[in-house]
């Protein structure tokens, strides 16, 4: 009885086993899941998957169409006091006006109208001075009126208004390929932007000279980012001319008032004094008289300007600096290749790069998050052209652009795209997310 009863547990056994593989079909009930243990052997499965997942900040990205107005209205919301439209709704200092250089003429109608200089600084690297007046709005005076006036006091002077310039972009691969042909030696970059976090992995063999702020550290993600896709390099991550040395002006300091024209004019005086061939400047505004005499006085002394054409989409009018004449106005695309659907179209588009699907660095933990738009572009046309120009040159300027030029691709000889221009460079700099992960 007993050798018949094994006989029947075996059996029902084997039939057991054999419709294992039909289980799910059969839908028979499963054993009970049990969870996975985190340690296997030395090394558990935490320690594993951890260190890739905490370098990347997987933060959806905004909506870059909108962000620049947003910003501006944001900041003219919280700071009314300080802050103010022109007459066609650019957002500038309130109750500040600028003149470059201005004659006896100039500032003998600004005296007589009641204004007031509220700074001056002379810029020899330049050869220009600014001086910023001061409108007493307490006597009723009309900023707009009074820009007019003196205008027409001057009619050969420079005045405008302090705009104010914002970033273009947001945060939310090892260089290579044509790029690594340009020449060799000693690459000295600027940056005019927020501040950037000097203690970053990316900048460890990194020298890095600062402006601005009064000599304090104001780390900000745009400025790190823009400035890791320029000079910087670890082991997960790599800018167009790794390990450069990095002229770095803060025109924000964390301030509502920064980004304003007179601050992007001292930053570039800076540079200028420092000799620094090549100035990334990953900023957009309106036109500006001030800052289109400061850019017209370093591109006539053999500097390159490279700056981000902007967001505001290709319908958009041209933003500045990029649209002034020898700036070199870089758009961005994604891995395909293809432009930007937010990013500026024209004549002033020089170059493209990439601008999106890409990572760059940021401060604090996680260490690296995804970057969009056409700010971060711009330093990759930058950190390439450095490495040809370490210091301002009339004659080598050109020559820098012309051979990055053969490096484009993309592009047709003869054709510049409103889009692209002369095609596409830095691809090989693009560090995808999905390396992080």
């Keep these: 009885m007993k050798s018949v009863?094994?006989?029947?547990?075996?059996a029902l056994m084997g039939m057991l086993l054999a419709a294992a593989p039909a289980r799910a079909q059969l839908g028979l009930p499963s054993l009970p899941s049990l969870p996975l243990p985190d340690r296997v052997g030395p090394a558990g499965l935490g320690e594993l998957r951890?260190?890739?997942?905490?370098?990347?900040?997987?933060?959806?990205?905004?909506?870059?169409?909108?962000?620049?107005?947003?910003?501006?209205?944001?900041?003219?919301?919280?700071?009314?006091?300080r802050l103010e439209r022109d007459p066609v709704g650019n957002v500038v200092l309130r109750g500040e006006l600028l003149a470059w250089s201005p004659s006896p003429a100039g500032l003998q109608a600004a005296a007589a109208a009641g204004l007031a200089v509220a700074r001056e600084q002379d810029y020899p690297e330049l050869g220009q001075r600014?001086?910023?007046?001061?409108?007493?709005?307490?006597?009723?005076?009309?900023?707009?009126?009074?820009?007019?006036?003196?205008?027409?006091?001057?009619?050969?002077?420079?005045?405008?208004?302090?705009?104010?310039?914002?970033?273009?972009?947001?945060?939310?691969?090892?260089?290579?390929?044509?790029?690594?042909?340009?020449?060799?030696g000693p690459v000295r970059v600027g940056l005019v932007d927020s501040g950037v976090d000097r203690s970053h992995a990316v900048f460890e063999d990194v020298e890095i000279r600062h402006w601005g702020c009064g000599g304090a550290q104001r780390p900000a993600p745009h400025g790190t980012a823009v400035a890791a896709l320029m000079v910087g390099r670890s082991a997960?991550?790599?800018?167009?001319?790794?390990?450069?040395?990095?002229?770095?002006?803060?025109?924000?300091?964390?301030?509502?008032?920064?980004?304003?024209?007179?601050?992007?004019?001292?930053?570039?005086?800076?540079?200028?004094?420092?000799?620094?061939?090549?100035v990334n400047i990953s900023l957009v505004g309106p036109g500006n008289g001030a800052l289109a005499g400061a850019v017209k006085a370093m591109v006539g002394r053999g500097h390159l300007l490279v700056a981000a054409v902007g967001n505001d989409g290709p319908a958009a009018p041209p933003l500045y600096p990029a649209s002034y004449p020898g700036v070199?106005?870089?758009?961005?695309?994604?891995?395909?290749?293809?432009?930007?659907?937010?990013?500026?179209?024209?004549?002033?588009?020089?170059?493209?790069?990439?601008?999106?699907?890409?990572v760059s660095a940021v401060p604090g933990s996680p260490p690296y998050r995804q970057v969009r738009g056409t700010s971060y572009a711009a330093p990759i046309v930058a950190g390439l052209l450095?490495?040809?120009?370490?210091?301002?040159?009339?004659?080598?300027?050109?020559?820098?652009?012309?051979?990055?030029?053969?490096?484009?691709?993309?592009?047709?000889?003869?054709?510049?795209?409103?889009?692209?221009?002369?095609?596409?460079?830095?691809?090989?700099?693009r560090v995808d997310p999905a390396r992080l992960r």
């Design 5 to 10: 009863r094994l006989i029947c547990r075996i």
């Design 50 to 81: 951890g260190p890739l997942d905490r370098l990347l900040d997987r933060t959806p990205l905004p909506d870059l169409g909108r962000l620049r107005a947003d910003q501006l209205g944001g900041l003219l919301a919280r700071h009314p006091d």
């Design 130 to 184: 600014l001086v910023v007046f001061r409108v007493q709005e307490e006597k009723g005076q009309a900023i707009a009126g009074m820009l007019e006036m003196l205008r027409t006091a001057d009619p050969d002077g420079v005045y405008d208004f302090n705009h104010l310039f914002t970033r273009s972009g947001t945060q939310a691969g090892a260089s290579g390929g044509p790029a690594s042909r340009l020449a060799a």
């Design 236 to 278: 997960h991550f790599s800018g167009a001319a790794p390990g450069g040395s990095l002229y770095a002006a803060d025109v924000y300091c964390d301030e509502p008032t920064g980004g304003s024209v007179d601050r992007i004019v001292g930053a570039l005086a800076w540079l200028a004094r420092e000799q620094v061939g090549v």
């Design 328 to 358: 070199v106005g870089v758009s961005g695309v994604d891995r395909r290749g293809e432009p930007l659907p937010e990013a500026g179209r024209g004549s002033q588009v020089m170059f493209a790069a990439p601008g999106s699907h890409m």
């Design 386 to 429: 450095a490495r040809q120009l370490p210091r301002p040159d009339r004659d080598a300027a050109p020559r820098a652009v012309e051979a990055l030029v053969r490096d484009a691709t993309g592009g047709k000889a003869g054709n510049i795209s409103n889009a692209t221009g002369h095609g596409v460079v830095g691809s090989a700099v």
